[in-house]
């Protein structure tokens, strides 16, 4: 499903020296594995995730998703992959505040091929149990039920790999949980690939398959030597 081989991505600083922030020799994911990803801050875990989505491009080496180079494509060519291939869910849930729950879900859907479906809406609202709130607009929602729209809206297009970055940063400790349980519960019904970035060794531990990005980052070890 995902396949990352001599990944490389460095900074332009403000005084023109270019700082190495990404050097990983190799990473794979196979179709509906669920892993987690954790390391210390400033060791490149978002940007990872940037780059498996398309959104930051690589300085140089392979990221193949779904059997696709995305280092050969443009930055709308990879626009409309991400949309077709990818879920994401973000730190800041990132729902427009003028459209309902239903809205922000059917919004996300329009950026895919094909894939503009209402019931499909819907009934991912109902699944993370906003069936009652389809209306309702992020104002009126509470931070746990934002994250579940986020959740549907991101599996609205049926994806190959979920990417989830922090998804309980801004979650009430008493809803952590369930947003974990939800979005791996529902990933494996769908049959998704998912990878969630967290700083939390209890979320970490319940998980089969744990990476840590300082030792599959050279640039982490190589500061670690020198230091």
Known sequence: MLRITNLKKSFVQPDGQRTPILDVPAFELAAGEQS????????????????????????????????????????????????????????TFNLLPAFSALENVL??????????????????????????RLSSRPSTLSVGEQQRVAVARALANRPKLLLADEPTANVDPKNQQQVIDLIRNTCREEGVALMIVTHSMEVANQFERVDRLEELNRVVAELRETA
């Not at 989505?53 to 930055?75: F, H, M, W």
């Open 36 to 91: 987690v990803l954790i390391g210390p801050s400033g060791c490149g875990k978002t940007t990872l995730l940037h780059i498996i989505a398309g959104i930051v491009r690589v300085d140089s080496g392979s990221v193949k998703l779904d059997n696709i180079e995305l280092t050969k494509y443009s930055e709308a060519a990879r626009d409309r992959i991400r949309a077709d291939k990818l879920g994401y869910v973000f730190q």
């Open 107 to 132: 919004l996300g859907m329009t950026f895919a091929s094909g894939r503009h479906s209402g019931s499909r809406a819907r009934e991912l609202l109902v699944r993370v149990g906003l069936g009652h």
